[in-house]
């Protein structure tokens, strides 16, 4: 079946304007996961939905990013005002209720702030 | 916070060698799950563990969690060409959360 689908693959923007990143997750899949990766590191949690419970944003670095999950589905990872040190790849994964700790990656956003 | 500590950073070897890696945390973890990323692509799951001591295998790869809850490895036999990518390792602590806490990656670079 298909996998975890990210859009746009790519995307440069300019310092101080708003982006959106669109996740669709696995079908069926009810846990959803954004991560953002720096050159060269490992993967830094974001935010995390399960089902309709309220999500974990601990790991969304300021106020600036938000996300949001309709219809228990497709996710957009919005950055208002983006910053320079805001480039980066951005994964988001989804997993089954049960075994929520097995995740799987779609191949991630690009993002270039200029 | 959690923080885990992998290594080695990067090596690189001889086709058929055995390559080993692993990884430390200064905090219990309740699962281990080690991914392989390809060049601009998403991880992928390699081999997930459950339990302190358990030894898994998937083909050519064995990963074990340690007794201690604070460590894992993976390693990979007979290497190949295609075994090229980084390696993460990944943890879930105690908290009932899908969240994941990964390691700064191996990168694996296999000579023929």
């Known amino acids: 079946g298909a996998g975890v689908s990210q859009s746009p693959s790519n995307k440069v923007t300019e310092k101080g304007k708003d982006v959106e990143l669109r996740c669709d997750p696995i079908?069926?899949?009810?846990?959803l996961y954004w991560y953002r990766q720096s050159l060269g590191q490992g993967l830094e949690f974001l935010i995390y939905?399960?089902?309709?419970?309220?999500?974990?944003k601990s790991g969304l670095p300021s106020d600036r990013f938000s996300a949001e999950r309709t219809g228990g589905s497709v996710s957009t990872l919005t950055i208002q005002r983006t910053q320079q040190e805001d480039s980066a790849v951005y994964l988001c994964?989804?997993?089954?209720?049960?075994?929520?700790?097995?995740?799987?990656f779609g191949p991630g956003t690009r993002l270039t702030v200029t | 916070g959690q923080q885990l500590n992998q290594s080695p950073q990067s090596m690189f070897i001889q086709e058929g060698e055995d390559v080993s890696m692993n990884c430390t945390s200064s905090?219990?973890?309740?699962?281990w799950l080690w991914y392989k990323q390809d060049p601009g692509e998403g991880p992928v799951l390699l081999i997930a563990?459950?339990?302190?001591?358990e030894l898994t295998s998937n083909g050519r790869l064995t990963a074990q969690f340690g007794i201690t809850r604070k460590d894992s490895f993976l390693n990979i036999s007979a290497s190949i060409p295609s075994d090229v990518g980084i390696y993460f390792c990944?943890?879930?602590?105690?908290?009932?959360?899908?969240?994941?806490?990964f390691g700064q990656g191996t990168t694996l670079q296999v000579k023929p």
């Open positions: 939905f399960q089902g309709n419970s309220a999500p974990d």
């Open positions: 563990l459950y339990k302190a001591g």
């Open positions: 994964a989804s997993s089954t209720r049960d075994r929520y700790y097995e995740q799987y």
């Open positions: 905090s219990i973890f309740n699962t």
């Open positions: 990944a943890g879930r602590g105690s908290s009932n959360t899908g969240k994941l806490i």
């Open positions: 079908s069926g899949h009810t846990a």
